[in-house]
């Protein structure tokens, strides 16, 4: 009877509460939750107020009334319709840009890939040629380009206006290394069209923008290389596997992920560079009396072409991307 009633005693008496423990990835997660927060509170507070108003702008017509401050006045598609039919200047140049996007894209990524294998060898001074292609990236960003944009020497000595060849013609001419006719006599007598000619001697000629702008994609490609487990690699030997089927049976699958990684990477950084022209151009249709509208109406036109090509360039990407798995 007594063990009876001690029994319910027992079951009386609440359980305590026990917290459960949380995972390692619920803690990590809400440490990178406090490590962006920065980033999301100034994107709140500074530049989205920017973005909303930016879209009411491309919507409207500012007027300045007599007393001062200004008033908007609602016109609908007219801002897009004038930046895409009466300015013939904004098309122009965006085709171009997107021409100019075909050719170094592709050009950078590859470039940037094979310079990664090289540098992934076994070799001396390894750390000291990958500082180098790495060097081009920091001079191009921050104080050292604004430096660099302002040195009148090196401007000059770029577009070739302090050497006198005696020929007034074109300045173009002076700066390209060959020619599509050099490329010709080269592949004379191969079934190779004007068009694979025209497109090599162009990267030829870009050659140095192309070292410049590939030294984050070279570090990330050097990432996915060092990732692969070399027993893989061993085990290719001794089944007698060539250097080119090694690459394409297994770096190119295992560093896919970077390719996708880089190309996206790649088409922000050349859309959003100070040197792109239609960044130019929109900047100056900014500055031009009563343009504060049309360069609205131009930049998200020119976004929404941006996010269209990556979600075009991600999703056939997609399809091509091995993902290894880890358990």
């Not at 996915?224 to 770096?251: D, N, R, V």
């Amino acid at each position: 009877m007594q063990d009876t009633q001690a029994v319910k005693s027992d079951a009386a008496v609440p359980a305590p509460n026990k917290k459960k423990p949380r995972s390692l990835n619920e803690v990590r997660s809400r440490a990178g939750w406090i490590y962006v927060a920065p980033f999301i509170l100034g994107f709140l507070i500074i530049y989205l107020p920017i973005i909303v108003d930016s879209i009411i702008y491309s919507f409207n017509k500012i007027n300045t009334p007599p007393g001062g401050g200004y008033e908007l006045e609602f016109v609908g598609w007219e801002n897009y319709g004038e930046a895409l039919f009466v300015d013939p200047g904004f098309i122009r140049t965006l085709i171009t840009s997107l021409q100019r996007m075909l050719f170094d894209i592709p050009a950078t990524v590859i470039f940037a890939l094979f310079i990664a294998i090289l540098l992934n060898q076994k070799m001396v001074g390894r750390a000291a040629f990958r500082a180098i292609f790495f060097i081009p990236v920091i001079l191009s960003t921050g104080i050292i380009e604004k430096i660099d944009m302002g040195n009148i020497l090196l401007s000059q000595m770029a577009s070739g206006q302090m050497i006198d060849t005696g020929d007034d013609s074109s300045t173009d001419t002076m700066n390209q290394i060959i020619s599509a006719v050099d490329i010709a006599r080269l592949f004379r007598g191969m079934a190779i069209g004007d068009n694979l000619i025209n497109y090599v001697s162009d990267l030829i000629n870009n050659i140095f923008g192309i070292v410049n702008r590939s030294g984050v994609q070279m570090l990330i490609f050097l990432a996915g290389l060092q990732s692969i487990s070399p027993s893989i690699y061993e085990s290719c030997t001794m089944e007698g596997a060539s250097a080119w089927e090694t690459f394409w049976k297994i770096t190119f699958p295992m560093v896919s992920p970077m390719i996708l990684v880089n190309a996206v990477y790649t088409i922000i950084d050349s859309f959003t560079s100070n040197k792109n022209v239609v960044m130019g151009y929109i900047d100056g249709v900014y500055k031009s009396t009563g343009g504060q509208e049309i360069s609205s109406a131009m930049s998200w036109m020119y976004f929404l072409i941006i996010i269209g090509i990556i979600g075009a360039v991600a999703g056939l990407l997609s399809i091509y991307v091995f993902y290894q798995r880890r358990d």
